[in-house]
Every structure is written in structure tokens, then in C-alpha cells.
């Protein structure tokens, strides 16, 4: 299983169901489940799909899908990428406790996980 570094703020309002859409300035191939990193923390927080990918987006379609990044339209000024894609999640799921995993040097937006960690979310996601 492959884990999404991301940034405790916004992984907090994903885990709690207030942000669907993950701004990254690239497109992804990736789909399917994939866990959820904390960065920073060595653990792995949650689970959700990957189901899709949009964009890419300019300030407009930002503006008009606040609601799916989690913050107000009023806050949004500009992209935040040269271009910006929306990274559409579904199905997250809270793990009942972190499960610790080895960060790769140079991991900086994907990992790939053990087969024992990937086997500890299967059993809980």
C-alpha cells in the first residue's frame, strides 16, 4: 500500500469529513485505497480511496468548491500551484490508533509501505 504525506491541519479536516478534495500541483495516476500520513509524525493516521483527480483548476473552481477544501471562499486568493489539481478522496476512515512505519529518505509526497504495515491498515481499514 502506498501512504499520502499530508500536513496535520488539513489531514485533521479530512479525517473529520470537512475537506474531500487534497490541492497538490500535479496530477496523480494513483487511485484506489491508500493510507494517510501525518507528516512529520512516523505514523500513519487513516485510510480513504483516491477516486479521482480534477483540474486543472484556476482561482474560480477553487472559490466555487471551498466547501470540499475545507475553508471559506473569502480565503482563497490565487492557486497555490502553477497548476493546481484537486486530488478527490472518499471513503476516509480515522485508524483507531497511529500505526508506526519507516520513513524513506527523500519521501516527500508518497511512501511505500511495508508489507506488515500495509497488513496492520488491512486488518483495520
Known sequence: MTGLLIRK??????????????????????????????????????TCELADVVGPLGEKELKSNASKLGVRPDVIRGTPYRTTYAWVLRSVHRLPRPVPYTHPAGAVIWVKLSPDVSGQLGAVG
Not at 13 to 22: D, M
Not at 37 to 46: L, P
Open 9 to 46: 491541519e488539513w489531514l485533521d479536516l479530512i479525517l473529520s469529513g470537512h475537506k474531500t478534495w487534497e490541492i497538490r500541483g500535479n496530477a496523480t495516476k494513483t487511485r484506489g485505497r491508500i493510507a494517510l500520513i501525518e507528516s512529520g509524525s512516523g505514523t500513519v493516521i487513516g
